[in-house]
Every structure is written in C-alpha cells, then in structure tokens.
C-alpha cells in the first residue's frame, strides 16, 4: 500500500468519523429462501463493522422486475443509497448521465486492485479509468442440478452427462417424474440456451457470436446443432408449470423433476432445505461436457446523492462488502464464489469445491453480461421464452430469429 494510499484512508476515516451514523437503503432482488439467508449476512456485517444501519429494499421478482424499478426511482431523483445489479454493462448508461458515484478512492484505500480475481470483475466496474461498483462475488450459470432420489425412483443411474440426461428423460415420465424442470420466466429461458451453446458448441463460440457479433457463426451448424439440443431440452421441460426459478430448483429438492439447468445460485436452496451436495443431489459444471464457468455475478452500485453522511455510510458499505469475514460469510449462504482468493472455504461443499477448483485451473469465460447490453439480451429472453412454451416454432427458425439479433445487436 502506498503513502498516498494510507493517508487517502486515513482521511476518509476521519471525515467520516465526523459525520452521524446514516440509515443506508439498498437495493436487490434477492427474495428467495437461500438468497435471504446470504444477504442477511450483508446486513449483520455491514451493522456490525461500521455505525450505519442496513435498511433492506427487496423487490421480488428477479433482475428483470428489480432493474427497471432501480434505474426508474434514481433518474426519477429518489435514489436509494446502494443497489445490486449484475457484472457487466447494465448501469452504462447511468454512469454515463452523471447518476453514479465514482467509487475509487474506497477501491484504492482497500487495495482492490490486489484482491479482486479475476480481474475482469473489477474491469467490468470500471469506466474511463474510474471504478464504480463494489464486486462481491462469481456466479456461474453453467450447472446440471440432478435430484439422485429422482433416478433412483425411475431404476436409472444418474447422468453423468447432457446426454445421459436426453437418454434418461422417458424413463424419468414414465415413473411420473418431470424429466427437467424450467420456470417461466424469460431469463431462464436465455440462460439455459446460453449453457447449451458455451458447453456444447464451446465458450469461444459463445464470445464469438455474442462478443464479436459474429452472425455468421449463430447461422452456421454449431449453432444448429445447439438448437437442436434447445429442441431436445423442450420436450424435456414440457408440464413444467411454474414460474420463478426457486420454484423450479424446488422440484429438483422434492425429487419431483429429475433436473434442472440453473446458475450456482441454486444451491443457497439446496442448503436451506438440508440437502448434501453429493448425496442428495448431484452437480454437474459444464453439464458435464465442457467444465467451464462463467466469472459474471453481482456488484453494488452507488448513487449520487448530495448528502455527506450518505455518501460516507455508502463508502463504508463499498468497503464492508470486500472484507474477507463478509466475503466468507456471504458465499457460503449464497452458493457462489468470493471475489478474492485469500479466504478460508474450508467449508465449502462438494459443488463449491468444484467451482473453486475450476476457477484455481482457469477454466472461465466472460459472463454475457458482460458481453451484450440489455437491451440484447431482452430480445433474446423474448425469444427463447417463446421457443421453449411453443413447440411449433422450430429449431430451424428460432436460429434464424437469433441470427437476426446478433447481427444487429449493440
């Protein structure tokens, strides 16, 4: 740590020393039972570090429902004092009008730079050299959750493999078991088809056709391909009525669904109901067919609100959130990985093992979040939320449809 460094934190310190303690609203869209469990740890330690006073602002209903709340109320001049939005390029647009502070002089103070791995995450905060968001953690979309009681009951072994999977769906029906489970909102749609194209087409396929815009590989026969799979996955999903994804992890808990494609979220569920990873349940990283993880997750963003004692609770949440007691905490409730690699997991389970050990040989790709803008991957929420409820639109023209996306996307 530099001189500059020490005395920048030192005089932070003592403003903020000067100034009363604050109540801080933060925003997010944690509302399941896992996800309530983790960010109560936010709380407890936020309160317990600092002065300041954690006031919750849940929204129910995921990203999609939450965002446009959040961006409403801060460009509408109610802002709140900190929200959660994803890594990636979801606030450009608020950095870019002026409505975000410049979080810097906190990441300097607590050596972010020296902490943060990958560093990806911290770049995906940072805006012409300036950093604007706190990263707290790594969740990765590319898992298999599998209900071992589910196979057991249809006499079949569990899959090792996206195609052990495909194989075992009829024997899965046959003993009234719902092959695969998928709720009905349309980012799970989006998300299960994007784990198909990184682990059955490949990651660099995926940064291809979503990062460099290529059409011309979401036209060609890898992505058929996958589209194909997205055909078999249909059938597989079908009289999966339910809406939100906890509801959907649940019939995986309750042995009801013999699995479900989900990001490493899922497993805050799989903790509060009592299930062992390994006995209970199996995971599966890349489906089993590509073991790779993508470093997308969440950050907390900082409003501009004029008012001293804010801006001081905010900067001491900014630096709470990085700590590795929190870090610790958090991850272990909220089923993903920490940010920095110089905490004790000794208590991880078997599937966060897996992820950490992914994570320590490399194996990542960017998170597509952080490669389109939201307004992309709306269009393509829209489509694959059609494509998986209505099985006359066929792999052949969802491609298309996809195709047409990429090609004029931001």
């Known amino acids: 740590m530099t001189f500059r460094t020490i005395l ?9 020393s000067a100034l009363s303690a604050a109540d801080l609203e933060v925003t997010h869209w944690w509302t399941s039972g896992g996800e309530a469990a983790a960010v109560q740890q936010f709380a407890t330690e936020f309160e317990g570090q600092t002065e300041h006073k954690w006031v919750d602002g ?4 995921g990203g999609g429902t939450a965002r446009p709340v959040m961006v ?14 994803n890594h990636g390029r979801q606030a450009e647009e608020l950095i870019e009008a002026g409505l975000l502070r410049d979080m810097t002089h906190v990441a300097e103070a607590e050596g972010w730079m020296d902490i943060v791995n990958p560093p990806s995450l911290l770049e995906s905060c940072t805006v012409d050299g300036k950093i604007y968001c706190a990263p707290v953690n790594i969740h990765s979309w590319q898992w298999l959750w599998l209900s071992n009681g589910a196979f057991e009951k249809a006499g079949v072994d569990v899959p090792t493999n996206w195609d052990e999977f495909v194989a075992a769906a009829p024997a899965l029906r046959e003993a009234g078991i ?8 349309p980012w799970q749609s989006s998300g299960a088809f994007n784990v198909l194209m990184a ?10 056709v979503y990062g460099e815009g290529d059409a011309e590989m979401a036209a060609g026969e890898e992505l058929a391909r996958v589209f194909q799979a997205a055909e078999d996955m249909r059938g597989m999903v079908e009289g999966s009525n339910v809406q939100d994804w906890n509801q959907a992890t649940n019939l995986v808990i309750t042995d009801a669904a013999g699995g479900q494609i989900m990001g490493d979220w899922a497993q805050g569920e ?26 997308g997750g969440d950050a907390f963003y900082f409003p501009e609100t004029g008012d001293a004692e804010t801006e001081a609770a905010q900067d001491a ?8 007691e929190t870090q610790v905490a958090f991850n272990l409730k909220k089923g993903s990985l920490p940010i920095r690699g110089d905490v004790d997991l000794a208590n991880a389970n078997d599937c966060m093992k897996k992820g950490l050990q992914l994570l320590a040989d ?30 006359s639109i066929s792999a052949a023209d969802a491609q298309a449809r996809f195709v047409d996306i990429v090609a004029n996307k931001d």
């Open 8 to 16: 920048m934190a030192g005089t932070a310190l003592c403003a903020g």
């Open 58 to 61: 849940a929204i129910a209903g």
């Open 72 to 85: 409403s109320r801060i460009i509408g001049g109610d802002p709140m004092g900190a929200f959660q939005f």
């Open 178 to 185: 719902q092959p695969m489970a998928l709720g009905g909102q």
């Open 199 to 208: 682990t059955l087409a490949g990651p660099d396929v995926l940064q291809q």
């Open 270 to 295: 799989f903790a509060v109901a009592g299930e062992v990873a390994g006995e209970d349940y199996t995971c599966l990283p890349g489906l089993g067919v590509i073991e790779v993880l993508s470093t």
């Open 317 to 324: 949440l900014a630096a709470t959130l990085l700590k590795p």
């Open 362 to 391: 490399g194996k990542t790709m960017p998170d597509v979040n952080q490669l389109n803008t939201e307004d992309t991957n709306n269009q393509l929420n829209d489509l694959f939320v059609q494509f998986f409820q209505d099985p």
